[in-house]
């Protein structure tokens, strides 16, 4: 029992020494020295340069706390940039770690600015770092919240010459682990550019966004979102543009996609021009088979533009669509309103590459007059002038051969239709494919 004490008492002292000599070594380390190995590290891994140009911060109580600054990734095998960040701190807890667990309190980012590149041949600057590790996680992740501000984004297409730039971006993110997030809030500034040529871009449009997300969860099967809503407005585009879209209650699991809710609306005023667009849908899809179902959609509408309608027009529609993008099928039943008229139509799409159109529509009655733009002042004709013209339009119609090179065919029925003072009633137009050939019966007398 004496030895056993012994050999207890050296165990300990043994034990403090090491610990002792740990905390020594940890307290006069200097951060900087790491610096070179953590810059070979990522460059023999990940083929990329990755230079900390400022200090490397360490703290080890009462929580691990570490900050970097001025850091700078190159691109794949290049010294080109990739993404820089002005400073980063990260603050994790020390006990979890024994239990192979890593709690990060906070994640505070500033001054991030990251290029990503779609090239010519479809590859993306950044495929490589998504690319899987062969070697699982031994350990989990638990990362209470991210802070991100002061950052840029820039996404550069070659192929079609377009960019997109997410400047003065913060993010903010609730929870997140391995398989879930708890809530996501960013907010950007958007700028659309042309790319004149490769020193040279041109802004086109520029938005104020905003994005929200709550509960999201996702494995390798499954991916689901009790909400999301994204919206943008513009002072830029004429007078005022704003546009949003929300989605709620997404799940995906395996091939199947359904969304209880799509809702996206539409505002635009420029002069005398105003657009006003809502749609409300839920989705159900089979990704496998890439079969696509609108059920109950609506949508309400309102425009006005003088140079090609007299007055504001309006109206609603309910339906349904159904798209089967692997036998090049679309089929779509639309009822409603076009100002003081009543629709309802019927359209069908088969094999998109040789354009097979199907239609048939029927309206109750239909007040051209009341479409077209107003005649100002100096449209006026005289009054021969203009019996005449009404005169050659009993015997002659409408040039359809615009029409000649595409599959078209179909029906309108009108009940009552009313142009230029002209009532008519019980009208159907018939468009048949082949000879350029399109019956008219019932014609204006």
């Known amino acids: ?93 020390i006990w979890p770690l024994l239990r192979k667990q890593v709690i990060v309190e906070n994640i505070t980012v500033k001054g991030v600015n990251v290029k990503l590149i779609r090239y010519q041949d479809g590859r993306m600057n950044f495929d490589d770092l998504l690319e899987a590790d062969d070697e699982p996680l031994t350990f989990t992740v638990d990362i209470a919240q991210i802070e991100a501000a002061d950052n840029r984004l820039v996404f550069l297409d070659e192929i079609t010459r377009q960019s997109l730039v997410l400047n003065d971006m913060h993010l903010t993110t609730g929870r997140l682990t391995a398989d879930s997030v708890r809530q996501v809030k960013m907010q950007s500034r958007l700028i659309n550019v042309r790319m004149e040529n490769a020193d040279s871009i041109a802004p086109e449009m520029t938005f104020e966004t905003e994005l929200k997300i709550a509960n999201i969860s996702f494995n390798e099967q499954a991916f689901s979102s009790d909400s999301m ?25 395996n091939d199947r996609l359904a969304v209880e809710l799509i809702y996206f609306e539409l505002a635009a005023k420029q002069n005398e021009q105003t657009a006003q667009i809502s749609l409300d849908t839920s989705l159900a899809a089979r990704l496998k088979d890439q079969q696509w179902n609108l059920s109950k959609f609506r949508t309400d509408f309102d425009f006005f533009h003088p140079a090609y309608v007299g007055k504001p027009v309006y109206g609603h529609f309910t339906g349904n669509l159904n798209l089967d993008v692997l036998s090049e099928s679309m089929q779509a039943a639309l009822q409603g309103s076009l100002s003081d008229s009543t629709i309802q139509a019927v359209f069908q799409v088969k094999n998109f590459s040789e354009q097979n159109y199907a239609f048939d529509v029927e309206i109750d009655q239909l007040d051209l007059d009341s479409l077209l733009p107003a005649q100002t002042p100096e449209m006026h004709e005289p009054e021969t002038e203009k019996n005449a013209r009404l005169s050659e339009s009993k015997t002659q119609f409408p040039d359809f051969s615009v029409l000649k090179d595409i599959n078209l065919h ?31 019966r019932n014609p204006m007398q």
């Open 410 to 440: 179909g029906s309108v029925r009108i009940g009552e239709l009313s142009i230029n003072d002209i009532r008519s009633s019980s009208i159907q137009l018939t468009i048949e494919p082949g000879q350029h050939r399109f019956d008219i």
């Open 1 to 93: 029992m004496k030895r056993l004490i012994q050999y207890g008492l050296i165990f300990l002292m043994l034990t403090f020494f090491l610990v002792a000599g740990t905390v020594v070594v940890i307290v006069n380390l200097d951060p900087n020295a790491l610096k070179p190995v953590i810059q070979q590290w990522v460059e023999e891994n990940k083929q990329r340069s990755f230079i900390i140009d400022g200090d490397l911060q360490l703290a080890f109580y009462p929580r691990i706390n570490v900050q970097l600054s001025d850091v700078k990734l190159s691109e794949y095998q290049r010294n080109d940039p990739f993404a820089s960040i002005e400073n980063v701190q990260i603050s994790v807890l």
């Open 229 to 253: 809503r994204l919206s943008i407005q513009s002072n830029d585009y004429g007078d005022h543009l704003t546009a949003s879209i929300s989605v709620s209650g997404l799940n995906k699991s």
